[in-house]
Every structure is written in structure tokens, then in C-alpha cells.
């Protein structure tokens, strides 16, 4: 028997903070301070998310200054745009 995360994660911290679970992976949002969140690998397929990724690829190209993928949208935006493919 097991179980399924659905939706968005916020990472924990310490030691725990550099694991993903299989099936997600972690990216970098916010502006000055950036937050770690771990989204599932769904989104990928995602119009709404393909433009995120668009535009970390014309601001950072592949050199993401956090050492991940790197999203430049406010915390709160990007927040919006993953609930509601959550609630799709």
C-alpha cells in the first residue's frame, strides 16, 4: 500500500531539504528571496508551466544562480498558476 502527493510541496529544511521524491522536482521562485518548492513532473506538460519555463530560459539561460531550476515570477504568482493546475 502506498501513497500519492498531489500538487505542490514546499521543501523542508536541513538535512531533508535536498531530497525530491520520485515523479518531482524542485525549483527555485521569488524575487529577491528565493523559496524552494518541489512540484510534481506533471506540470511539465502544462502550457501555464512551459511559459514559466520559457522565461527563467530568457532570463537565466542554464546558469541558474540557486544551482536549480530558477523560476523569476513572484512567490505569489507562481503560487496561483500551480493551484489552479491543481485544481485541473
Given at each position: 500500500?502506498?501513497?500519492?502527493?498531489?500538487?505542490?510541496?514546499?521543501a523542508k529544511q536541513g538535512a531533508e531539504a535536498k531530497k525530491v521524491?520520485?515523479?518531482?522536482?524542485?525549483?527555485?521562485?521569488?524575487?529577491?528571496?528565493?523559496?524552494?518548492?518541489?512540484?510534481?513532473?506533471?506540470?511539465?506538460?502544462?502550457?501555464?508551466f512551459q511559459h514559466l519555463l520559457s522565461q527563467a530560459e530568457e532570463e537565466?539561460?542554464?546558469d541558474h544562480p540557486m544551482g536549480g531550476l530558477t523560476i523569476p515570477c513572484t512567490e505569489?504568482?507562481?503560487i496561483d498558476i500551480t493551484s489552479?493546475?491543481?485544481s485541473s
Open positions: 500500500m502506498g501513497f500519492r502527493w498531489t500538487g505542490m510541496l514546499t521524491p520520485k515523479g518531482y522536482l524542485a525549483v527555485y521562485v521569488g524575487e529577491a528571496q528565493k523559496k524552494r518548492f518541489v512540484v510534481p513532473i506533471s506540470y511539465l506538460k502544462n502550457p501555464s537565466f539561460g542554464f505569489e504568482a507562481f489552479s493546475l491543481n
